[in-house]
């Protein structure tokens, strides 16, 4: 995805881990969790179930499936959700890669508390190229739903 801007540390306020992002998101009630992954991945895949937190996973696509071209409209449909410049925004994806990017890009807009959850949903890759053993959301034990 040749199309896609740099993200370096301090482009944004941080990263955190799946487990970080769940104590913020239990103890700070304006604290928001965004998948940007695509709507075929968090239906397939699964995603993060915050209901026992009486919160919802704001899905917004950093790309768009299947041809993987970069969701222009990224910044708009964040903020037509009603997110807020001093509000605590977390991103999530598979492996800590897109949400580094669209945090960087939040920041951009002047985001100010916009972090990346490190490791994603399903974490690294294993010794055999699959994903879901080696840290992640799902890895770390937290709530999830698939379907």
């Not at 959700?81 to 890669?97: A, E, I």
């Not at 840290?135 to 034990?141: C, D, E, L, T």
Request: glycine share 10%; aromatic share 10%.
């Amino acid at each position: 995805m040749s199309d896609l801007p740099t993200a370096k540390d301090g482009d944004y306020a941080g990263d955190v881990t799946p487990s970080e992002a769940w104590e913020m998101l239990k103890s700070e009630p304006d604290t928001v969790l965004i998948d940007v992954r695509t709507d075929a991945e968090y239906n397939y895949v699964g995603r993060p179930d915050l209901s026992s937190l009486g919160k919802y996973v704001a899905l917004v696509m950093w790309v768009r499936f299947p041809d993987n071209a970069r969701n222009l409209d990224f910044v708009a449909n964040v903020k037509a959700m009603g997110m807020t410049p001093n509000q605590k925004l977390l991103f999530l994806c598979r492996s800590g890669v897109r949400s580094r990017y669209t945090a960087a890009a939040m920041t951009g807009e002047g985001f100010a508390n916009c972090f990346n959850v490190l490791e994603g949903f399903e974490g690294d890759k294993d010794a055999d190229g699959h994903r879901g053993t080696i840290g992640g959301w799902k890895v770390a034990g937290l709530p999830w739903i698939q379907g």
